[in-house]
């Protein structure tokens, strides 16, 4: 048995109009949104949000995503211009890479990261 491919994480959220917000403002492409399920894009990966008032705003077990991006020092200023509040600047990591974390409206935390 061997799966063909992952093709989207589904996550349930309490203001699918703030989640949508906080995406589309990090550059991710919107797709579908009827209002209950909205997705979102990076390239072909898709990230389903469906809206549930079964959901508190604590912080998430885990990331949300790692999201990889060219110069994450930029990426990181510019969600300082767009009024975004990082949990903490870039910093390395024991793997080499270098990371920002963001938490979306909902807790999930979202990784940015350069190799």
């Not at 703030?18 to 009827?34: H, Q, S």
């Not at 209950?36 to 898709?46: G, I």
């Amino acid at each position: 048995m061997k799966p063909k491919s992952v093709s989207a994480v589904v996550y349930n959220v309490a203001d699918l109009g703030k989640t949508i917000a906080f995406y589309e403002g990090l550059g991710f492409r919107i797709g579908k949104n009827d209002g209950r399920v909205a997705v979102v894009y990076v390239n072909w990966f898709a990230i389903e949000f469906h809206q549930t008032n079964d959901i508190d705003d604590n912080p998430k077990d885990g990331p949300i995503m790692l999201v990889s991006v060219d110069d994450v020092a930029a990426y990181y200023e510019s969600a300082l211009a767009a009024s975004y509040t990082p949990v903490h600047e870039p910093k390395p990591t024991v793997n080499g890479r270098k990371e920002f974390t963001l938490q979306d409206p909902n807790g999930y935390t979202v990784v940015f990261f350069e190799k």
